[in-house]
């Protein structure tokens, strides 16, 4: 497991910064994100699947990304360009071992999303948000399980 405040302090807010997409909130739902999908960064393969990194983003989510999201955003672009050395799609084992385009990507992931990020950073609003959005009804994450995980991690 890696230590989530380093991961927050030297990972998680510098990337945001850099991609100018920091809140709170964002911040706070990619340590829950990491937390529930690869136990803090235990995993960065998923055992039974194709998922890749500390967020467990599956390669297919991570080129519909580059493909219907980022492609034609010049303004994105420039910054995954200045900011993370990607001008075009790297590979997606990419996911495994940069945690900071890791980090951007799930971030991005995010942004695609037309009902905005809560204000508040509760558990309810980190666990409903990740759940409808990240993990979906057909995913495994269970409520319970995950604030566990999620208190576990940042203690």
């Not at 989510?61 to 219907?68: A, E, G, K, P």
């Not at 492609?71 to 945690?99: H, V």
């Not at 995010?110 to 979906?136: E, F, Q």
Request: aromatic share 14%; glycine share 4%.
């Amino acid at each position: 497991m890696l230590n989530a405040k380093q991961l927050i302090e030297l990972i998680i807010d510098p990337a945001l910064k850099d991609l100018v997409m920091y809140s709170e909130f964002a911040s706070d739902l990619l340590v829950f994100t990491c937390a529930t999908e690869s136990a803090g960064g235990t995993y960065i393969k998923q055992l039974k699947g194709p998922a890749l990194g500390i967020y467990q983003m599956e390669p297919t989510t991570y080129n519909d990304i580059w493909q219907n999201y980022i492609k034609g955003k010049n303004d994105l672009q420039q910054i995954l360009l200045y900011n993370f050395e990607a001008s075009r799609m790297p590979s997606e084992d990419r996911l495994i071992y940069d945690l900071r385009f890791a980090t951007a990507m799930t971030r991005i992931y995010y942004a695609r999303i037309k009902d905005p990020l809560p204000k508040l950073a509760s558990l309810d609003n980190l666990w409903n948000y990740y759940k409808t959005y990240y993990n979906t009804e057909l995913g495994k994450a269970d409520y319970h399980r995950a604030l566990d995980a999620y208190m576990e991690f940042i203690s």
